[in-house]
């Protein structure tokens, strides 16, 4: 599939998520990407850093990067808590397709 109609079928759904449970949310913001313990890495956006300093924490951080000014993305529900994991991208277009590709729905599409 070219670039250009995986573009195209990712806006389609994007419009498609209007009035749906989950909607793709993306932002260019300052975010940490947080490698933990367990080797898997978060991204979590700079406004909320602050629980993963938390005493709570330590023993599950193994770091926090410097803050990052860039493309993040995911699925969340307005208005309720339901959110997948943000994940990073260059631009808000190669985002939208990332989430597509992830979470697509083809009956939605």
Known sequence: MSAVSETKMAMNWSNACIGQHMRPQIERMIYHEVELKD?????????????YQDPVFPERVESISEPINGWIGRMAAPGYLDCTDWITGESYRKLLVELYRIYGDDDIA
């Not at 080797?39 to 629980?51: F, H, K, L, M, N």
């Open 39 to 51: 080797g898997s890495t978060e991204i979590v956006p700079a406004d909320v850093i602050g629980i």
